[in-house]
């Protein structure tokens, strides 16, 4: 990945300012207010400089802290406040627990324990590492679940024969197989990837429809599968086709890993404890509100019991029997960027609503109806799976949010449907290394070219595009009966 300050990056901060500066030298268009013309600056300053990266991803989502209230479009504690919005602290839950659970190599154990039970032969040994890799990327950054497959299928690859085009072909498919299914895997929670979590809190924020854990767990895990399955038939049956028969690989590697982790740990078995509690209390949280009464219980503060236990339960290992099984050094490295960027696209998408431009784009996008809307939704999906190779996935859903509820309202769309197809489709960027950190840490290994990653990411992205499609309109009405 290139670094630096390159000619983009010098044309998108240039262009970024231009935009920012036309609503104060122009006057608004027919029927568009003074701060509605000035929201439209700012955000088209974001969307610039988050697409080209001209500055930090991060350093552009403060932005709205500052030139909201310049502008007099929102009071400084309203353009703060969603910063340390719920659906921040159920990130920040997810991040501290996972963690945890890396600390103590929980999930590499899972891992491995699924390898081994996938068998020996070749097509198994895909199957195995892709599935493990999508369930990991499911409670876990997409980017720690790769990291933690990549010395395991590495050590793998050492022992197949590198000549001949049915090894070489398998050694492919299982290094983009990891890259895409932990992509692939993060739509199955809400706190699998960013964009989830902040389609959440947009939703319920700026139209009151509301997704429980447990709801999104009912499409986003069927699509989860689904995709994975698309990934696997795209990689090892039209573009790397192998045949196992002419493939001889061992898996004592997964089993001699296993043999030296030995048996579960104390600071294992508490931290699995830990987590298994916090998932079954999302997937029963509507229960429990109608049954107790306890409607103070949310997704967000189910999150941050399990990290408060992750902090201050004693770990029970050996060397220091009360030391907790996560401390304050283990959580420095929570990808704060990534809470920063969601927060700054919910107080972007905040002054879209409280300016009015989103009103103002409500009376004013095109209409479309029947089969026009069909096709819509197919260019939407198109739009973002190939937008979303160049540009970060949160700051593209942070961009077209307020876009896509405006439009879904006048055209009389659910929003479930336009935004479940745009929440997926985020998450299929497959041709280029920059598209996602999965590609990259893949093309990292150096045992993959551009070239290779985009024969296989170009059809996989082409199918991605009517599998996401017909999924929204499969999942949608049975999940939430529109």
Known sequence: MKMGFTPVKAIGLALGIVFLMIPIFWSAPAGMSASAWHTTGIALLLAIWWGTQAIPIHATALIPIVLFPIFDILPLKESALPYIDPIIFLLMGGFIMSIGISKWNLHRRLSLNILNLMGASPAAILVGFMTATAFISMWMSNSAATIMMIPIVISLINQVAKEGKESQNFILCLLLGIAYSASMGGMGTIIGSPPNAFVVSYLAKEHEVYITFIEWMMFGV?????????????????????????????????????????????????????????????????????????????????????????????????????????????????????????????????????????????????????????????????????????????????????????????????????????????????????????????????????????????????????????????????????
């Not at 160049?390 to 659910?414: E, Y």
């Not at 990292?444 to 992205?461: C, D, E, V, Y």
Request: charged share 10%; with cysteine.
């Open 222 to 482: 069927p699509a989860a599968i689904v995709m994975t399955f698309l990934a696997w038939w795209v990689l090892a049956k039209w573009v790397y086709p192998f045949d196992s028969t002419c493939i001889h690989v061992s898996t004592t590697v997964i089993e001699d890993e296993l043999k030296e982790m030995g048996r579960l740990s104390v600071p294992e078995k508490r931290t699995a404890f830990i987590f298994l509690l916090v998932i079954m209390a999302w997937l029963t949280r509507d229960l429990i509100q109608k049954n107790f009464g306890l409607t103070w219980i949310t997704d967000s503060i189910i999150a941050m019991v399990g990290a408060t236990l992750m902090l201050v339960i004693p770990s029970g290992q050996c060397q220091n029997k009360y030391s907790p099984l996560i401390n304050f050094k283990n959580i420095i490295s929570i990808p704060w960027n990534i809470l920063i960027l969601v927060g700054g696209g919910l107080s972007l998408s905040t002054g879209i609503q409280k300016s009015g431009l989103a009103t103002w784009l409500g009376y004013n996008l095109p209409s479309f109806s029947g089969f026009e809307i069909v096709l819509g939704i197919v260019c939407l999906v198109a739009f973002i799976v190939f937008l979303t190779e160049l540009t970060s996935n949160t700051a593209t859903m942070a961009t077209l949010a307020p876009i896509l509820g405006a439009f879904a309202i006048t055209n009389g769309i659910d929003l479930h449907l336009i935004f479940i197809a745009a929440i997926m489709s985020v998450s299929c960027a497959f041709m280029l290394p920059i598209a996602t950190p999965p590609n990259a840490i893949i093309f990292s290994s150096k045992r993959i070219t551009i070239p290779q990653m985009a024969h296989a990411g170009f059809r996989l992205n082409l199918m991605a595009i009517i599998v996401v499609t017909v999924l929204s309109y499969s999942i949608v009405p049975l999940v939430f009966g529109e």
